[in-house]
């Protein structure tokens, strides 16, 4: 600042830092409480600040913030990462032509790159490296003895002309792998997005203790736990996870998120003991029966709806009808009520 700049906005008086502020008085109701009463602390500092005069208001998107970063200093890494049967992966060998159809399927930025199975990740390719390479092989590919012939001048210019031969180049061999971070489960959320910051590298394995693949975070599954879900052009509308039907039945997908499916059917599906532990429609499924259910099951919910498994494979549950009306017994013939 100037010295112009200083006459013009006057002395600093002692009386304007007299009072604490509203991050210096965030800073005292924190400092030295635990973890258990963070919450109801930060919630005294948005209150008092708001009774201050001249106060700037405080939104219920501010607020909703500040509540997910409290929350996000207790999260951990398995807490939010991909889990293993969900990672969109590409084998090293593969050929860029598969690659691009994997990206164009995926609608992910970053994809891991894998050697023969997920428990032996080698790195992950950017779609920007990706890109950069097949304009780099549509430059060259119009040339010929080093000088670019006329047959590709038209082709070259008027958009991206890869030859064959390259787009059957295994994915190894075009140097766009990047390094990847891996990290434990247990690993605090907040020092593995520290880590990405710092080291650049963007997506990480988490690996269990024998050293297989567990699950995959990238830098926005971080960022979404503090600011909410970040939704771009090619993401899925999460509203279309659970559809509702004229008869009074839902068709969901099992990663429908179980708040959602409450909110939805009106009812509790999950004893408070519980709601730390299940996360989605199929992991309530899992919990009931404490097994993988078989395409075709009935399951009854002690709360009055009955889920039919409409797609299911022995390692997961992949589509599930949800019955909110008592339906004939006739149709009720594969019938499992969980055990109590």
Known sequence: MSDDQKQQSGPVRQSDYSRPGYLQRLK???????????????????????????????????RSMMANLLRFGDLRVDDVMVPRADIIAVEEGANVRELLRIFTEANHSRLPVFRETLDDPVGMVHIKDLLRWVGERSRDGGRKGGRQTKSKVSATTAGLSVSPTDLDRAVRETGIIRKLLFVP???PAADLLVKMQSTRIHMAIVVDEYGGTDGLLSIEDLVEEIVGDIADEHDDDESTLIKASDNGSFLADARADIDDVEAQLGIDLLPDEDEEDVDTLGGLMFAMLGRVPVRGELVR????????????????????????????????????????
């Open 28 to 62: 005292a109701w924190l400092g030295g409480r635990g973890d258990d009463d963070l919450r109801a602390s930060l919630e005294g500092v948005i209150d008092e600040h708001a009774a201050t005069d001249n106060a700037a208001p405080i939104g219920p998107e501010a």
């Open 185 to 187: 489960p247990s690993m």
């Open 301 to 340: 919910h002690p709360g009055g709806v009955e889920f039919e498994i409409l797609d299911a494979d022995p390692r997961r549950v992949r589509k599930i009808k949800i019955h909110t009306r008592q339906r004939p017994a006739r149709q009720r013939r594969s019938e499992t009520t969980p055990a109590e």
